[in-house]
C-alpha cells in the first residue's frame, strides 16, 4: 500500500483516534448476531516467499489460491483493480477455496479512477455479475475513490451508489482529505451510506492519520492496516485495534474484514498472528491464524 506510506514511522502519533459518534449509534441499531464473523487476510495470495514456508515446497502457481485459503479467512481481492474477471477465473477462484472463505473484490480502476464514476453502468454490471459467481464466497466488494475526489463530487458518488446493484455488499474507501472535516456534505454522504446499508473502510496507515475516520455506517467493518515490518509500533496498534474491535462486537458489530499490509509479504503472517492472539484474549473467540507448514523431506538409504 503505498497510499501515506512514510519511510520512517518514528516520529507518527499512532493513537487509535476515537469513535466518530455515529458508530455507536449505528452499532446499538443493529440486530446482534448469533456469532459474529471475523475474516482476517492478505491483500495477495501469489506471495512466492511463502513457498517452503507458509505454502509447502514445491507448490505450483495455480495452487497457491488453494494454499493461501488454508491460512486465512479471506483476501483483500486487488487483481479485481486492473481487469474485470471473466467466468473461467471466477469459478477457478470458487474451487480453489474451502467453505466459510470469503473474497473482497476491489472495484476496477476503469470505474474509479479512469472514469471517476461518469458513465459506467456497463462496466458495473458486467463487475457485479462476474462477482456474484462467487457465491457464498464473495465478501464484500469495495469501492476506493482517488484522493482527489473530494466532497464536492459527491453528487456523482451519489448517483453511482444509487443505481450500484443491491445484491453486492459494498464499501466506500474515502481518501481525499475533505470527506473527514464535517461539513453538511460530509454529513449528508455518511448518513445516505447508512441508509443504503454500504459500508466505509478505515485505513490505518502512517501518513494520513486522517483517513482513519472510525465512523462505521454499517455493522460491518472493514479494515486495511499498513504494518511496517514488526516494529514495536506495529504490534501497540494492533493490540489497540483488538480493544476496539472487542468494544465494537459488544456494541453489537456482526462483521469484521481486516486486511494486513507489509512491505516485506513475510512480515504478514506474524503480525497477523499476533493480532489473532490478541483478539482471543479479549473476546474469548478461537479463531483459526496462519502457521508455517510442516515440510517433507525425502529421506536418504545412504
Avoid at 474485470?84 to 471466477?90: L, Q, S
Avoid at 476503469?110 to 453502468?121: A, E, K, R, T, Y
Avoid at 473530494?150 to 448517483?159: C, F, S, T
Wanted: contains cysteine; negative net charge; charged residues 20%.
Amino acid at each position: 500500500m503505498d497510499f501515506g506510506y512514510l519511510p520512517d514511522v518514528s516520529q507518527v502519533d499512532f493513537t487509535l483516534p476515537l469513535d466518530h459518534p455515529a458508530t455507536a449509534r449505528v452499532l446499538a441499531q443493529a440486530q446482534r448476531p448469533t456469532k459474529p464473523s471475523l475474516y482476517l487476510g492478505c491483500p495477495t495470495w501469489t506471495n512466492k516467499p511463502w513457498v517452503g514456508t507458509y505454502y509447502p515446497a514445491g507448490a505450483q502457481d495455480a495452487q497457491l489460491l488453494y494454499w493461501y485459503s488454508r491460512q486465512f479467512n479471506t483476501l483483500e481481492m486487488n487483481t479485481t483493480y486492473y481487469r474485470i474477471p471473466d467466468a473461467t477465473a471466477i469459478n477457478r477462484w470458487r474451487q480453489a477455496v474451502p467453505p466459510g472463505f470469503v473474497f473482497c473484490p476491489k472495484l476496477p480502476q476503469v470505474i474509479s479512477h479512469d472514469q471517476l464514476l461518469h458513465h459506467v453502468g456497463e462496466p458495473t454490471q458486467q463487475f457485479c455479475e462476474a462477482i456474484l459467481g462467487l457465491g457464498p464466497s464473495l465478501g464484500m466488494a469495495f469501492l476506493q475513490l482517488p484522493p482527489f475526489f473530494g466532497p464536492d463530487d459527491w453528487p456523482v458518488l451519489d448517483e453511482y451508489l444509487a443505481n450500484f446493484p443491491k445484491e453486492v455488499p459494498l464499501a466506500v474507501e474515502f481518501r481525499h482529505e475533505n470527506w473527514f472535516k464535517e461539513s453538511d456534505v460530509t454529513q449528508l454522504a455518511f448518513q445516505t451510506l447508512e441508509e443504503r446499508n454500504i459500508s466505509t473502510v478505515l485505513t490505518d496507515v502512517a501518513g494520513r492519520r486522517d483517513v482513519l475516520h472510525m465512523r462505521l455506517t454499517t455493522p460491518v467493518a472493514m479494515i486495511r492496516f499498513n504494518g511496517h515490518g514488526l516494529v514495536p509500533s506495529d504490534h501497540e496498534r494492533l493490540n489497540a485495534w483488538a480493544q476496539r474491535i472487542q468494544q465494537w462486537l459488544d456494541q453489537g458489530l456482526h462483521t469484521l474484514y481486516f486486511f494486513m499490509h507489509q512491505k516485506d509479504i513475510m512480515h504478514a503472517p506474524p503480525a497477523l498472528v499476533h493480532f489473532v492472539k490478541e483478539l482471543e484474549t479479549r473476546t474469548g473467540l478461537t479463531l483459526a491464524k496462519p502457521e508455517k507448514v510442516q515440510q517433507f523431506v525425502q529421506g536418504s538409504l545412504f
